[in-house]
């Protein structure tokens, strides 16, 4: 077997960044005291979620990469010897923003980036004020433990970035998120929409015979502008195997800051098992680039 240990750590944020960024590298620190080799943070980790209103002073939010904060997060990546998985808000020139994934290598090297492709645009989720689609396509970061198919938030919901994502080679697919209730949906609407945001995932982890990573928010931020009343952020953090089995999986209320081992290898028999990828119709999908087919 082929053991990746992977660490989560699913945060409640603040207004206090400095303090987001101490408390994340405590527990970056503690999962590589028990032998994590891979540690992801969930969705623009560092800061409150800012895309609740549309407001331009937010894009000073945005920063430099590489730069200041990269340096942080590389100086623990190296400290740590972990592979780290971290989700920044880029500032890649003036007025153009991406959602963008970095990952370090143990060694503290930038091992690759991912810009999050799709991007929402919903009442709390005003993503599109502040992010331009990313253009780097859907390939996985190479890495000392593998090659990562990292993709953000949205992405989870689409199958066809799951897909290129595996067949490019992908050993894992990884999603940082920031998921959560607007309080005023009834109970039975926000268990459908949670088992609905586990289930494609799972859906995905399936359909590739990959395991699939999810490190979701938690914790309840309000609304800056009153019109709704904020989010609540519902955890679930989960790890699924290649036959969407959970091998764990977080509360929807609490903080977690775990370790999790992957067996990579299991992959090769769960696709001998379902080759799914042997009997695609590849000569009958062009029509899958249509927005529609009337």
């Known amino acids: 077997m082929k053991i990746l240990r992977t660490g989560l750590i699913q945060q409640h944020?603040?207004?206090?960044i400095s303090d987001n960024r101490k408390?994340?590298?405590?527990?970056?620190?503690?999962?590589?005291?028990?032998?994590?080799?891979?540690i992801i943070n969930q969705e623009l980790h560092d800061s409150l979620y800012f895309c609740q209103t549309e407001n331009v002073d937010l894009c000073g939010l945005?920063?430099?990469?590489?730069?200041e904060v990269?340096?942080?997060?590389?100086?623990l990546a190296k400290e740590c010897g972990v592979v780290l998985v971290t989700s920044l808000y880029e500032r890649r020139a003036p007025g153009l923003y991406h959602n963008t994934a970095v990952v370090f290598e143990k060694d503290g090297s930038i091992a690759g980036r991912y810009r999050k492709m799709h991007i929402p645009d919903d009442p709390a989720y005003y993503e599109k004020f502040y992010f331009t689609p990313g253009d780097l396509g859907f390939k996985p970061i190479e890495t000392s433990v593998g090659r990562l198919g990292v993709l953000v938030c949205w992405d989870q919901w689409y199958p066809e970035a799951a897909r290129l994502m595996a067949l490019s080679g992908a050993e894992i697919l990884i999603y940082p998120t920031a998921i959560g209730w607007e309080s005023s949906d009834t109970p039975d609407e926000?268990?459908?929409q949670r088992e609905?945001?586990?289930?494609?995932?799972?859906?995905?982890?399936?359909?590739?015979g990959l395991p699939v990573v999810a490190v979701n928010r938690v914790g309840h931020e309000p609304d800056p502008s009153g019109a709704t009343r904020g989010i609540q952020f519902w955890g679930s953090s989960f790890?699924?195997?290649?036959?969407?089995?959970?091998?764990?999986?977080?509360?929807?209320d609490g903080e977690v800051c775990v370790t999790v081992d992957i067996d990579l290898e299991r992959s090769e028999s769960v696709r001998r098992w379902w080759p799914f990828l042997r009997d695609r119709?590849?000569?009958?999908?062009?029509?899958i680039t249509r927005r529609y087919i009337d």
């Open 13 to 16: 944020n603040t207004a206090d």
């Open 23 to 38: 408390r994340l590298a405590d527990k970056i620190r503690r999962l590589a005291a028990e032998g994590a080799q891979l």
């Open 62 to 67: 945005a920063v430099n990469i590489p730069g």
């Open 70 to 75: 990269t340096d942080f997060y590389a100086s």
């Open 190 to 192: 926000q268990a459908r």
């Open 196 to 208: 609905a945001w586990i289930t494609v995932q799972r859906g995905h982890a399936v359909a590739n």
């Open 239 to 252: 790890v699924a195997g290649p036959q969407g089995e959970f091998l764990y999986q977080a509360p929807t």
């Open 281 to 287: 119709r590849i000569d009958a999908y062009g029509d």
